[in-house]
């Protein structure tokens, strides 16, 4: 899910197409030197062409920054579904993002509604030759040229016209040129036939369950080095090597509603994933969840105590709070800006802190997918204290300046193809008031019997969620939890219950926090907004609240399927023949 002051987080899924399984691919990486170095020729030659070779009455702007974006990719996925592999595929891509700057830093072509007039993406050659790349580059910059021209002619003429900004920062900020070739990502290697087996094996668990009617057990590998160089002196190349294995699987209760569940294990590679015996036991367990939710009471719309798991905390907290920390949303006429005038003021209770590291590979040996070792700007990677004992200390900043901030903190991210903005990496929360398990439960009982509620809900696992940010829009947001359960204040068992949805505005959710546990927990995804779909991961505490409303899913309309699966035995309800 994307779009401009709309932000989304899901589960990671994986898509493939193809017929033939397939082994590694490229033996050997390619060489850096040949591309960075063909790739900063090409630049210097442009920065010293462009602008220049124009008669007097034709004079074209030249550009003050100019930079070349090259991810360099190895990939390959298998998918398998109901015990038979469905699609595999190996993928050898080359994609460069140009981008172009006319005018000055306090105002170029990028500002306002026009930030992506900068950016032109244009596939690479895939073979090392300096030549074939350097002329690709050439168009490529050529037609960015044009682009950013258009853009910043648009510019000047909309700043006649239009009022005074309420944030007259300059649109793009002043940083020290980084320097950093490391070692190119390794080789993809994949035992293709084993995965092979292992995918048949978990996907066909599924037949032993009729009512679930869809699962997708997939596999991608992928192996990246992406390479940046800049007009002001900035070259890096950074390596990136990761491997996820995604079970989901489908079914839909009587009523007509639809549910499923998603399994994510992420790790640096292939060779690092579970291994198969706890692969199975989680698959089994996700099966089992699914019938009973089949069986589950549709819940009503609550609003009471509640306890978020860690994993769903995680996701509250990327969702409610780390969007509206991200330094582009307090600038613009669009953006609610939430938090924009309340830095030094307390946001979440004393006893919570919240932090962004993408310098973490692993939080307690479970691989995060928000690390990167330097931005989509060539900046370096650095922890940044956003949130010191409930106190706001600062944003999450590209290279966009903000009122607050004019310099990066090196969270300028992207998907290829689209412009940087400040992103969140990886979200740390830390609580310092912290209870066991058994205490929370308790503690939730009390505040239920205290608002005189018959029961509060426990939300046990989380699919995904969104943020509105807009000024244009109510400041809101949504979660989707997947398994959710009445905690009874009279001591009965608790209930499974499905069809919620969890409701709110930040700001009052976020201050009804009242304890956490002891135990992080995490949550590794792909989270879509106007920058792309890039990487994440949340880590939190599971915490307990005062007060969380929720509103019922969409029933839907559709019957379970009518026709039994095959092997399964109809019965004709005759007897005697």
């Known amino acids: 899910m994307a779009g401009v002051g709309f932000a989304g987080l899901v589960a990671v899924t994986i898509s493939s197409v193809g017929t033939s399984a397939v082994a590694a691919t490229r033996s050997e990486p390619a060489p850096a030197a040949v591309l960075i170095?063909?790739?900063?020729?090409?630049?210097?030659?442009?920065?010293?062409?462009?602008?220049?070779?124009?008669?007097?009455?034709?004079?074209?702007?030249?550009?003050?920054?100019?930079?070349?974006?090259?991810?360099?990719?190895?990939?390959?996925?298998?998918?398998?579904?109901?015990?038979?592999?469905?699609?595999?595929?190996?993928?050898?891509?080359?994609?460069?993002?140009?981008?172009?700057?006319?005018?000055?830093?306090?105002?170029?072509?990028?500002?306002?509604?026009?930030?992506?007039?900068?950016?032109?993406?244009?596939?690479?050659?895939?073979?090392?030759?300096?030549?074939?790349?350097?002329?690709?580059?050439?168009?490529?910059t050529n037609r960015g040229y044009g682009k950013a021209l258009d853009g910043y002619l648009k510019v000047k003429t909309e700043q006649q016209v239009r009022a005074k900004e309420e944030d007259a920062s300059a649109d793009f900020s002043?940083?020290?040129?980084?320097?950093?070739?490391?070692?190119?990502?390794?080789?993809?290697?994949?035992?293709?036939?084993?995965?092979?087996?292992?995918?048949?094996?978990?996907?066909?668990?599924?037949?032993?369950?009729?009512?679930?009617?869809?699962?997708?057990?997939?596999?991608?590998?992928?192996?990246?080095?992406?390479?940046?160089?800049?007009?002001?002196?900035?070259k890096v190349a950074t390596p990136n090597h990761v491997a996820r294995l995604v079970i989901v699987a489908r079914?839909?209760?009587?009523?007509?509603?639809?549910?499923?569940?998603?399994?994510?294990?992420?790790?640096?590679?292939?060779?690092?994933?579970?291994?198969?015996?706890?692969?199975?036991?989680?698959?089994?367990?996700?099966?089992?969840?699914?019938?009973?939710?089949?069986?589950?009471?549709?819940?009503?719309?609550?609003?009471?105590?509640?306890?978020?798991?860690?994993?769903?905390?995680?996701?509250?907290?990327?969702?409610?709070?780390?969007?509206?920390?991200?330094?582009?949303r307090q600038r613009g006429d669009d953006e609610g800006q939430t938090f924009t005038k309340?830095?030094?003021?307390?946001?979440?209770?004393?006893?919570?802190?919240?932090?962004?590291?993408?310098?973490?590979?692993?939080?307690?040996?479970?691989?995060?997918?928000?690390?990167?070792?330097?931005?989509?700007?060539?900046?370096?990677?650095?922890?940044?204290?956003?949130?010191?004992?409930?106190?706001?200390?600062?944003?999450?900043?590209?290279?966009?300046?903000?009122?607050?901030?004019?310099?990066?903190?090196?969270?300028?991210?992207?998907e290829t193809g689209h412009m940087p903005t400040g992103r969140q990496g990886n979200l740390i929360v830390t609580s310092s008031k912290t209870v066991s398990d058994a205490e929370l439960r308790e503690m939730l009982k009390a505040e239920a019997k205290k608002q005189g509620k018959a029961y509060g809900l426990y939300f046990e696992d989380i699919s995904s969620g969104f943020a509105v940010t807009t000024r244009r829009s109510p400041q809101a947001f949504q979660v989707i939890p997947l398994v959710v359960y009445r905690v009874y204040v009279d001591g009965r068992p608790d209930e499974l219950v499905r069809g919620v949805s969890i409701v709110?505005?930040?700001?009052?959710?976020?201050?009804?926090?009242?304890?956490?546990?002891?135990?992080?927990?995490?949550?590794?995804?792909?989270?879509?907004a106007e920058s792309g779909s890039i990487p994440v991961s949340a880590v939190a505490p599971a915490m307990l609240v005062s007060e969380i409303e929720t509103q019922r899913q969409a029933q839907g309309t559709a019957r379970p399927p009518i026709l039994p699966p095959p092997g399964t035995v109809i019965s004709t309800g005759k007897s005697g023949q």
């Open 37 to 140: 170095d063909t790739m900063e020729s090409e630049l210097h030659r442009a920065m010293s062409s462009l602008g220049n070779n124009a008669t007097d009455a034709t004079q074209q702007p030249k550009p003050y920054f100019l930079s070349y974006a090259v991810s360099d990719s190895d990939s390959m996925s298998l998918t398998a579904q109901f015990g038979a592999i469905t699609g595999s595929r190996e993928n050898h891509r080359r994609t460069a993002d140009v981008q172009v700057r006319l005018g000055t830093a306090a105002e170029d072509n990028t500002h306002g509604d026009h930030r992506n007039s900068a950016l032109t993406t244009i596939p690479l050659p895939l073979a090392n030759d300096s030549d074939a790349i350097a002329r690709t580059l050439w168009f490529a």
């Open 342 to 414: 309340l830095l030094g003021k307390q946001i979440l209770p004393p006893f919570l802190s919240v932090s962004d590291d993408p310098t973490l590979t692993d939080f307690h040996g479970v691989s995060l997918s928000g690390h990167y070792s330097y931005d989509d700007e060539g900046q370096q990677a650095r922890r940044v204290d956003l949130i010191k004992d409930g106190v706001l200390d600062t944003f999450l900043m590209s290279r966009l300046p903000i009122a607050s901030f004019s310099t990066s903190n090196g969270h300028g991210r992207a």
């Open 251 to 328: 079914t839909r209760a009587a009523d007509g509603m639809d549910l499923f569940r998603a399994e994510t294990f992420e790790a640096d590679e292939v060779s690092h994933l579970p291994d198969q015996k706890a692969l199975i036991d989680k698959t089994l367990a996700m099966a089992k969840n699914l019938e009973a939710l089949r069986a589950a009471p549709v819940t009503e719309p609550f609003n009471g105590p509640a306890i978020l798991s860690g994993r769903a905390s995680a996701v509250f907290f990327h969702e409610v709070l780390g969007h509206r920390l991200e330094g582009q």
């Open 174 to 234: 002043s940083e020290k040129p980084a320097s950093a070739i490391l070692p190119p990502s390794p080789a993809l290697v994949v035992d293709t036939a084993g995965w092979q087996t292992r995918l048949r094996e978990l996907s066909g668990l599924f037949k032993q369950y009729p009512d679930v009617f869809y699962n997708n057990v997939a596999l991608e590998a992928t192996t990246e080095t992406d390479y940046f160089v800049s007009s002001e002196g900035a």
């Open 504 to 528: 709110g505005t930040p700001q009052a959710a976020l201050n009804r926090i009242l304890a956490t546990n002891d135990k992080q927990d995490i949550f590794n995804g792909i989270c879509g």
